[in-house]
């Protein structure tokens, strides 16, 4: 498969105090590292999944690759171009080929523009003349299943699932190549997420379309994505096919997380784990392998030593001396 998105030992760090501050403080190193080293690619046509607590460092990752936070160190490359250190205006027609599809369905929508303005602001902001607007709003809203009537609709007349829509058709008003769906299902009823999950695959197949969704729910990595990572205080503990790691999980990490997930029969045996302690300060990372505080596998070298992303099969990698 054709390569679209490839990161290559992306590392972002945020400072946490002032110059004159860290000066006073003695603090050579007064910064946090909110990814280290994250390495993945996406093909085209394909969906790939971040996986992970809330704060392990998926959207400022995705951020990243729009452009909207600068990695310190790495490589990112879209489509054969490396996009790191690129101008406003050299990024700009790259801009044009990434979407985003925001977390809230509602609060990312403007309250006082109409959904014809929503879907049809891309164009305004990237320069793009349309003939006629209202035709390539519907247009963009047929796309999604939504009907011509919603186009003098605003945000507070709609409902979680057709705001998430007028996102969708916003997301596709440039052709992008590649879609990024922050929790894509957040906030929906479940019948509301199949619906989207439908639109998003069948969207896949007829444009050929690559997504890099981030969620908590595995439901949704389970059937829409081709690839996955799972993320642990900006760092990749395991990496590989959707189907393999789901069947065959190698790390501590991902076994909790994938037993944490509800199970709808109630007949089925009780496997759930439950992690004690809670997620590690990204001021004061433990030694060593950085999830030992909370691991029910750990070892006394785990405590000391960090372990490398090392590969274990084909596409397939992890981070743990278990494996070893």
């Not at 860290?22 to 971040?50: N, Q, W, Y």
């Not at 605003?154 to 008003?173: E, F, I, T």
């Not at 379309?209 to 799972?230: E, G, P």
């Not at 809670?278 to 960090?306: V, Y």
């Amino acid at each position: 498969m054709t390569q679209l998105l490839e990161l290559e030992n992306v590392k972002i760090r945020f400072r946490t105090k002032g110059f004159v501050k860290a000066l006073l403080d003695r603090d050579h190193d007064p910064f946090i590292e909110a990814v280290c080293s994250a390495s993945m690619t996406i093909g085209k046509g394909e969906t790939f999944s971040l996986v992970g607590e809330s704060g392990a460092g998926k959207t400022t990752l995705a951020r990243s690759i729009l452009g909207l936070v600068t990695p310190d160190e790495g490589r990112i490359t879209f489509n054969g171009k490396n996009v790191l250190g690129l101008n406003d205006a050299s990024f700009k027609p790259i801009k044009r080929d990434i979407a985003m599809m925001f977390q809230d369905p509602v609060g990312c929508l403007s309250p006082r523009l109409s959904v014809q303005s929503i879907v049809t602001e891309p164009f305004n902001i990237h320069g793009v003349s349309i003939q006629d607007t209202r035709q390539k709003a519907k247009e963009l809203l047929e796309l999604v299943n939504l009907p011509a009537t919603f186009l003098k609709s605003y945000p507070y007349q709609l409902s979680g699932g057709q705001a998430r829509r007028v996102g969708v058709a916003r997301a596709l008003a440039l052709n992008p190549k590649l879609i990024i769906a922050d929790e894509p299902t957040a906030g929906l009823d479940v019948s509301v997420q199949g619906e989207i999950l439908n639109l998003m695959y069948r969207l896949q197949q007829e444009l050929g379309i690559s997504f890099l969704v981030i969620t908590h729910n595995l439901s949704v990595v389970r059937h829409t994505s081709d690839h996955m990572a799972i993320m642990y205080l900006g760092r990749f503990v395991e990496t590989g096919p959707t189907d393999e790691i789901f069947d065959n999980p190698r790390h501590p990490y991902t076994r909790v997380l994938l037993t944490s997930s509800p199970e709808p029969d109630p007949d089925a045996p009780k496997t759930r784990t439950v992690l004690k302690g809670e997620i590690p300060s990204l001021i004061n990372r433990p030694k060593g392998c950085e999830f030992h505080t909370r691991c029910p596998e750990a070892m006394d070298r785990c405590r000391s030593d960090a372990p490398a992303l090392r590969q274990i099969g084909e596409n397939h990698y992890i981070s743990c001396f278990l494996e070893e």
